[in-house]
């Protein structure tokens, strides 16, 4: 039973989060070599997507912490 919760622990650490992104480190590192302008292209986009997504939890200011509480008292 130690094995399991070693395993549901380590696949639920950040570790394994950062090893998903991994890879698509490695597709703009290249993307970047094979071409400049588009390499520049795809990291200006995943600003735009980090500034969104920080811009979108700042505008939700915790009410999405909330949701699930409302929706379980709305059924």
Do not use: C
């Not at 399991?4 to 490695?26: C, E, I």
């Not at 990291?43 to 699930?68: H, K, T």
């Amino acid at each position: 039973m130690r094995d399991l919760a070693y395993w549901r622990g380590f696949l639920s650490s950040p570790t394994v989060r950062t090893l998903h992104d991994l890879p698509w480190f490695f597709f703009v590192f290249v993307l970047t070599l094979l071409h400049s302008i588009l390499g520049l292209l795809v990291r200006s986009g995943a600003v735009l997507l980090v500034r969104l997504a920080i811009l979108g939890e700042r505008w939700a200011g915790g009410r999405s912490v909330v949701a699930p509480e409302t929706q379980a008292e709305a059924i």
